[in-house]
């Protein structure tokens, strides 16, 4: 069973429909258009009763082209690809390069149906899709058209990018991956994702043009001996490390006074006593001076009485403010 490859040499995940789906979808879309033109042909037939015979011809051969030719090609137009016997069969049209069809190539498989479908009943489309290696009609052809399955089995698993070899394991713990852009790390993803699928000597060249890339990017030229694709998968492993360790790494705490080993000892109250070696007071260490009766120090929020020695009045003492107290 062939796949669909791009021109870049890449292996798309589309399936070719075979002949017995296509036949299948076929059929429905027959059965609806044939049940349409059938109801319009009732109705055009009522309306037209009054009119010649060459009308009537006229209005029949308007009817077939519209419902016939005309219906199928805007349904695929409108619906990029999908009718609704291939929307029950799971199947669509594209393009040769995976992308949706537009009018022109309905207008092309349209025309070319009239001939292979309707004119020798299917004959001719059974005769080439059976002969075409992806499955493919002569309208297909013409038109650069392929019909492909949407509906596939599930994979085993989304792809990931293979791990590198165990002997470049942290050889690029010092790299500078700073400027790397974004678009750059995507593109290595993907290309290592998908390197088994390419062409061997697409798939060298596009790790050599990357790995060139990314070099110039950090700064550091690649290691001598080391393949290219190897290069690519050890730094990504590199860079994927570094994030897992931010990611997990608890962070420091910014507060001011506060510890790893016990609650914060920060005061903040502007009413905190002072310390006993005369430190300086708050703003509301004044006042509390001046209520406090002559001959006595103010202190840790306190009035205290001076020790007499020698029985004589000792002078005040001086504050630590540089403020004298009152007389």
Known sequence: MSGL??????VLGLQPARLPSRALALVIDLVVVLFVYLLLSIGLAVATASLDEAAVMAVSIASFLLVLVGAPIAVETLSHGRSLGKLACGLRVIRDDGGPIRFRHALVRGAMGVVEILFSFGVIACIASLVSARGRRIGDVFAG?????????????????????PWLVGRFSQLDLSGVPDDLWLAIRQYLTRMRQLDPAVSWSMAQQLAADLAMRTGAPTP??????????????????????????????????????????HIDAPSAPASATGAALPEAEPAAEAAAPVGTKVASGTAQRPSVTDGSKMPPPRPAGGFAPPA
């Open 145 to 165: 058209t392929l019909v492909v399955r949407e509906r596939i089995p599930a994979g085993r698993g989304p792809m990931v990018a293979p791990p590198p070899p």
């Open 224 to 265: 001598q001996g080391v393949p290219p694709a190897a290069y690519l998968a050890a730094v990504v492993n590199e860079r994927q490390a570094r994030d897992a360790r931010r990611a997990f790494t608890a962070p420091t705490s910014s507060a001011p006074g506060a510890s790893a080993g016990g609650p914060s000892h």
């Open 5 to 10: 490859v791009t021109g870049d040499a890449v």
